[in-house]
């Protein structure tokens, strides 16, 4: 070996290492999630679980699902949360496509859902057996790591409902019927903060999916 020049085996094995870490870092980066999980922490904290599942379609594209399911009654039927819920919504994710990570910042929306609920104060209370809401919606999405995201979004539209308004009696074991009647709402009909759980493929081998 020539006095001076480094060993041909060392310097094959830094080459190998060095190709190794740029596939691997360029196969994380084309790494894309299949699916992300999520909850409504505004929901979470009034006690109204609830469950969304959005899944892309390319990187400009998505589809999301969602469905809320609190089934609650206290202090001997004296307060009632019931509601189940569920709806859709399709969304355009703006920016440029090439340089952001899929499902993060900013998209609109359009969304539609609709279901029943019992909600009841006290003595008084009222009963839907479906309502609908429908309207568009904007929101951004934050990247916190590799596999969550914070979402911030506000929907706009209309909410239609029948109801029936009802009152306790016989100490919270009787039903009085009051009167009947439709609603509607024009406005805000859905705003959320909700924690992402992101699912990512699993990258190939050289950075192919």
């Known amino acids: 070996m020539i006095k ?9 094995f830094s080459l190998y290492m060095l190709s190794g870490c740029f596939f691997c870092a360029h196969a994380q980066e084309r790494r894309s999630p299949a699916l992300a999980v999520k909850t409504n922490l505004l929901f979470d904290a009034a006690l109204m679980p609830n469950l969304e599942v959005e899944l892309p379609l ?3 594209w998505s589809v999301n699902g969602e469905c809320m399911f609190p089934w609650w009654t206290f202090s001997g ?5 019931q509601v189940l819920s569920g709806g859709a919504e399709a969304r355009c994710w703006l920016g440029n ?3 952001r990570l ?5 998209f609109l929306g359009f969304y539609a859902g ?3 609920y019992d909600l009841q104060w006290l003595k008084e209370g009222y009963q839907g057996e479906f309502f609908i809401a429908s309207g568009v919606s904007y929101g951004y999405c934050r990247h916190m790591g590799r596999n969550f995201n914070l979402e911030f979004s506000l929907g706009i539209g209309v909410l239609r409902t029948y109801y029936r308004h009802y009152h306790m009696t016989d100490h919270y074991r009787t039903l009085l019927w009051q009167n009947n009647g439709h609603y509607t709402w024009i406005g805000p009909t859905k705003a959320k903060i909700s924690l992402v759980w992101l699912l990512n493929r699993k ?4 950075g192919a999916r």
């Not at 990258?203 to 050289?206: E, I, L, M, N, V």
């Open 4 to 12: 001076g020049m480094p060993d041909i085996r060392l310097l094959l």
């Open 58 to 60: 390319g990187r400009r």
């Open 77 to 81: 039927n004296q307060y009632c949360q």
């Open 97 to 99: 496509r090439r340089r």
């Open 102 to 106: 899929p499902l993060s910042g900013h």
């Open 114 to 116: 609709g279901g029943k």
């Open 203 to 206: 990258a190939k081998k050289g």
